[in-house]
């Protein structure tokens, strides 16, 4: 391994101080640090967007927390290119690697190579009224139909693989990879799925009825949403960092991204454990 890239997010307490010793251990060790454009600015370096960084490097570290991660995966993925995610505060749920971690991780990565899990990513398009593709986009956790904060509740149909399942009411929808059934879906009520299974899940948010409840469907079907609105007053929003209204007449396809995300396991805790201690799974202590 030559090459790493770096991407952090300053705004996190210590963040300067993690990619200035990254970059002095690189170089201590002949490799070269690519930085992301703002990381590099911070220390007064040549940097590269998250659309550049990918094709330079070997390895992209993420410092920082989830939301760092999610965005340099939507890069990261077209150019299968592994991502070590380190947790600089908060949950980190994805991010789960620790800053006093990070150099025997990075240690072992160079003497043996990483070992990554495979995770598999969201699709979503937009198709017009006459059923073309008016934009498409891709997420490793969740894709998001939302209403408007005055709006009322939207009506919402449903197919699966072309076979109409249902119309209801809600305050939108959360359609997720088994990645993102730990984010917004759980908070909706949603299932957690162990990242390694494949499916993807379609969480109601706030349903006017009890008889909607989260479908999880297998990863070969394809979601078709419509939302009957009056106005633009729908939005769909990629992991919380992208997207647009939707506009009357238009539909949603939601299916199992080509792409996928290559993150660096570190070799600890299983997905239970951090599924227990991070998320308080159970609530009583052990007896």
């Known amino acids: 391994m030559k090459n790493v ?57 993420a410092l920082g927390g989830d939301g760092t991660l999610l965005a340099i995966a ?50 979503a398009c937009i198709e017009d009224s006459c059923g073309r593709v008016a934009s498409k986009y891709v997420c490793l956790n969740d894709a998001v139909i939302n209403k408007s904060a005055f709006s009322r509740a939207v009506q919402i149909n449903m197919w699966i693989s072309n076979e109409y399942v249902g119309t209801f009411l809600a305050d939108g929808l959360i359609v997720s990879t088994p990645t993102g059934s730990t984010a917004y879906s759980l908070s909706a ?45 729908v939005t769909l929003t990629m992991d919380g960092q992208e997207g647009r209204r939707l506009e009357r007449g238009e539909r949603v396809l939601f299916r199992r991204a080509n792409e996928s995300t290559l993150l660096v396991s570190c070799g600890g805790r299983s997905f239970y454990e951090v599924m227990r201690t991070k998320l308080g799974w159970g609530g009583l202590a052990k007896r």
Do not use: Y
Request: net charge negative.
């Open 74 to 123: 939507r890069h990261a993925c077209r150019a299968k290119i592994p991502v070590l995610g380190v947790n600089l505060g908060g949950l980190g749920f994805l991010t789960e690697l620790t800053v006093s971690d990070l150099i025997p991780t990075l240690e072992r990565i160079v003497e043996k190579g990483p070992a990554v899990e495979e995770r598999m990513m969201l699709e």
């Open 5 to 61: 890239g770096i991407a952090a997010n300053l705004n996190k307490e210590n963040a300067l101080s993690t990619v200035k010793g990254i970059v002095s251990w690189l170089e201590g060790r002949g490799m070269t640090a690519i930085l992301e454009t703002r990381t590099s600015a911070a220390i007064g370096r040549e940097g590269f967007s998250l659309a550049e960084l990918p094709s330079r490097c070997e390895l992209i570290v």
């Open 189 to 233: 009520g949603g299932p957690i799925i162990k990242p390694t299974i494949r499916a993807l899940i379609a969480t109601p948010i706030c349903p006017h009825t009890l008889a909607v409840r989260p479908l999880v469907f297998s990863e070969d079907e394809e979601l078709k949403v419509e939302v009957l609105v009056e106005k633009s007053e």
